[in-house]
């Protein structure tokens, strides 16, 4: 730790509770919560945790992400809050990951670029949009995107073009040792009464369909291809099961909510549950779209063996 404390430039957080930097609110301690400062002091941070083989985690604002009770025996690395430019050129866009998705939204719509609007209101990072090629009310990040930007764990930088990723419903194929720097968007001009129409369509649906007064990670499990997983969550009757601090949600039952003093430890029970019981009436295995840290397989999934 003395070692790390030594190279890193921005802010480096002892012991930093991961209930600081989730969405759900929950998570134990992270032993180093890293903020670079820039690209060079990235470099530093990675090459270190490569050469002494510490596992390392890249994430946005946790807005995607269960992390176990126990903690995180590693270095945990953000980009939110350090690298956060985000310029314009013509229709050419240029976004540094830690740029929250809401205000590349909003930049994009008061220059009546299309492409983005109706992502308005999904919480995060451009960083974690990627890697989870965020999406709604029909529009995903990855649509317009010409390249990214990658650092690999050595230190290099790699421009990844957009046919050299695969994306598919919040799914992606970015190596979990490369750190998204930044990426490139080409967006057309469009009409602004349309561009505003989109956005307050989608603002509108999210906020009566989702129940945006608890903490949570948005969406559990991903949507299987035969029918929505909030659909299914409450025809197997799961809205209002409860875990301790945790709630399948009345409101929508594919968000799971932590009413204050939730542990991961709930939240995984809560998704054991709902798998088991969605398998039971429908024969259909639900997969997750929350990214997890710190978990067995059979933690989360009554199934596995
Ligand atoms: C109320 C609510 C509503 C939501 N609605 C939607 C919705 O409509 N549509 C939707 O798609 N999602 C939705 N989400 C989920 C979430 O907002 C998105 O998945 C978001 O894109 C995650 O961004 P993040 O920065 O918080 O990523 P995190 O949760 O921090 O991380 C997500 C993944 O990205 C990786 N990652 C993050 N940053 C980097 C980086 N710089 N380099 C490499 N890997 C990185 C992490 O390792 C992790 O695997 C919702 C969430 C909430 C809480």
């Known amino acids: 730790m003395a070692e790390l404390r030594s190279i890193v430039r921005g802010t480096l957080l002892e012991n930093e509770p991961m209930t600081r930097h989730t969405t759900y609110g929950i998570g134990g301690p992270a032993a180093a919560f890293v903020t670079p400062r820039d690209r060079k002091d990235l470099s530093k941070i990675l090459k270190f945790a490569s050469q002494h ?57 008061n220059r009546n670029l299309t492409g983005m609007e109706s992502l308005i209101g999904v919480p995060g990072t451009l960083g974690g949009a990627l890697v989870m090629n965020a999406g709604a009310f029909g529009g ?21 073009n957009h046919g050299d990723v695969d994306f598919a419903y919040r799914f992606s194929t970015f190596s979990k040792d490369e750190f998204i720097l930044l990426a490139r968007f080409d967006l057309e001009q469009g009409d602004p009464r349309q561009i505003q129409e989109r956005s307050h369509k989608a603002s509108r649906g999210r906020k009566s369909s989702q129940p945006l007064r608890f903490r949570s990670a948005g969406s559990v499990f991903k949507n299987p291809e035969e029918q929505a997983a909030g659909y299914l969550l409450d025809q197997a009757g799961l809205k209002g099961t409860k875990v301790g601090g945790a709630e399948i949600s009345t409101h ?19 998704i054991r549950i709902a798998r088991k019981r969605v398998y039971k009436k429908f024969k259909i295995k639900l997969d997750l779209e929350v990214k997890t840290i710190g978990f067995n397989q059979k933690d989360l999934d009554p199934h596995a063996s």
């Open 140 to 160: 995903e990040i990855s649509n317009n995107l010409v390249n990214v930007d990658v650092m690999k764990m050595n230190g290099q930088i790699e421009t990844l």
């Open 53 to 109: 083989s510490i596992q390392t985690f890249f994430i946005g604002s946790g807005s995607n992400l269960l992390v176990a009770d126990q903690g995180i025996d590693g270095i945990v690395i953000t980009p939110a809050k350090a690298l956060t430019n985000l310029e314009f050129n013509g229709g050419r866009v240029t976004v540094e990951s830690g740029v929250m998705l809401g205000r590349l939204v909003k930049e994009c719509n």
């Open 252 to 270: 929508h039952a594919n968000f799971f909510v932590n009413h204050g003093d939730a542990k991961s430890a709930d939240i995984a029970e809560l």
